[in-house]
Nanobody, 127 residues
Framework: GLLVESGGGLAQPGGSLRLSCVGS????????MSWIRQAPGKGREWVAG????????YYSESVKGRFTISRDNAKNTVYLQMDSLKPEDSAVYFC?????????????????????WGQGTKISVSS
């Protein structure tokens, strides 16, 4: 399967950005999806995930209340709405496909449970 992210760029602190990730080559609606980020010099950090139907969403504590993950299975697309951005949100953001349709938060957090990754889109938050 192929995943392609878009929507990255520069934002000011307190601003907003919306990321999109389009999947192809697989049955998109059969997989949970996540957004995972990697800041310069750091490891990858799971940010948000939602189950295959979109009925359940999960967030890391660092973004809860500021980011919203959603999906449109008819468009094979997962989104990440990022509000109240902070400089520490600066990173490359990847969308990733879970091997599970309905994982719980512990499985969402395990990066080894993702079998397809996008190329990433860079977010920079700075005044």
């Amino acid at each position: 399967g192929l995943l392609v992210e878009s929507g990255g760029g520069l934002a000011q602190p307190g601003g907003s950005l919306r990321l999109s990730c389009v999947g192809s080559g697989f049955t998109f609606g059969h997989h949970a999806m996540s957004w995972i980020r990697q800041a310069p010099g750091k490891g990858r950090e799971w940010v948000a995930g939602l189950v295959s139907t979109g009925a359940e969403t999960y967030y890391s504590e660092s973004v809860k209340g500021r980011f919203t993950i959603s999906r449109d299975n008819a468009k094979n697309t997962v989104y990440l709405q990022m509000d109240s951005l902070k400089p520490e949100d600066s990173a490359v953001y990847f969308c990733a496909r879970s091997v599970f349709p309905f994982p719980g938060i512990e499985l969402f957090r395990r990066l080894e449970e993702y079998d397809a990754w996008g190329q990433g889109t860079k977010i920079s938050v700075s005044s």
